[in-house]
Nanobody
Framework: QVQLVESGGGLVEPGGSLRLSCAVSGFTFGNYGMAWYRQTPGKERELVASIDLDGGTTSYKDSVKGRFTISRDNLMNSLYLQMNNLKPEDTAVYYC????????WGQGTQVTVSS
């Protein structure tokens, strides 16, 4: 059974930082490109960042380039998102999942950027 458990969200002031984590089980983590997505009420879930099987190639949504860093630990079956210089428009629920052929979504972790 696939499980994706996101954590690390919270309330942070503009300019602050957070590190999100995603614990994965139920599939062979190292065989899949992975990604972070986010969603705000009334909007479609959007791709924020992706990473290939071994972490050698990453890709980012334009608005987060230079501020967010995606990484993975295949031994720990974990995915991470370091978010720096956060802006109010980054406020959303953040989810991890496969880059292609997504599995059932986890509960996500709420990130709120506000003064």
């Amino acid at each position: 059974q696939v499980q994706l458990v996101e954590s690390g969200g919270g309330l942070v002031e503009p300019g602050g930082s957070l590190r999100l984590s995603c614990a994965v089980s139920g599939f062979t983590f190292g065989n899949y490109g992975m990604a972070w997505y986010r969603q705000t009420p009334g909007k479609e879930r959007e791709l924020v960042a992706s990473i290939d099987l071994d972490g050698g190639t990453t890709s980012y949504k334009d608005s987060v380039k230079g501020r967010f860093t995606i990484s993975r630990d295949n031994l720990m079956n974990s995915l991470y998102l370091q978010m720096n210089n956060l802006k109010p428009e980054d406020t959303a629920v953040y989810y991890c999942n496969k880059r292609f052929g997504t599995s059932n979504w986890g509960q996500g972790t709420q990130v709120t950027v506000s003064s």
